[in-house]
């Protein structure tokens, strides 16, 4: 099974919208710590609450640059598996347990993640200086996880179409 382009297409526009978001907050911060220090250093009169204006893009950059590494495939991994195993029919096994178990704990953050979001809506925290609604940046974490979440179904996907199309080679045909 290939991706549709339509579904290329979708997935393509959400990975833009996500660095355009990123690429957002990445500019947010630094011209927050620019004027933070312009102000601090340069004429002497610290502005209040500025640090706690920074932690909204921080969160989001935390949990933004980890869904584009699950994007990417560039997170931290541990394939010690590839090293040891030499027969490819085990390793896709292998990936598939693995792909299927990031799925699993994925899915179970993500809706404890909506949980703690609809909780914090309810609530309606604010943040100790500012009374910024402090679901701003606790969105982030759904949001974050939300995105992990579906890199993972991908990654899942695909190790499942290498497993079913692996299986139909000869006995003894290596993949490369």
């Not at 009169?45 to 893009?57: K, N, R, S, V």
């Not at 809706?111 to 914090?120: A, E, K, R, V």
Request: with cysteine; hydrophobic share 55%.
């Amino acid at each position: 099974m290939r991706m549709s382009n339509r579904t290329k297409l979708v997935v393509n526009k959400l990975i833009l919208l996500q660095n355009a978001i990123s690429v957002f907050f990445l500019c947010s911060l630094i011209t927050l710590i620019f004027v933070q220090v312009l102000l601090r250093y340069v004429f002497n009169l610290p502005l209040m609450g500025i640090e706690e204006l920074m932690l909204f893009p921080t969160i989001w950059l935390y949990m933004l640059g980890s869904a584009n590494a699950s994007q990417e495939r560039s997170h931290i991994v541990v394939d010690i598996a590839d090293v040891f195993i030499k027969n490819q029919r085990i390793l896709r096994i292998t990936h598939f347990i693995k792909d299927m178990v990031s799925v699993i704990i994925g899915v179970i953050l993500t809706y404890w993640c909506f949980d703690y979001l609809q909780y914090s809506l309810n609530i309606w925290k604010l943040s100790p200086l500012l009374s910024i609604p402090m679901f701003l940046a606790e969105s982030a974490l759904f949001i974050g996880l939300f995105l992990m979440t579906i890199y993972s179904i991908s990654d899942f996907i695909k190790s499942i179409n290498s497993l079913l199309n692996k299986n139909h080679l000869q006995k003894g045909e290596e993949v490369q």
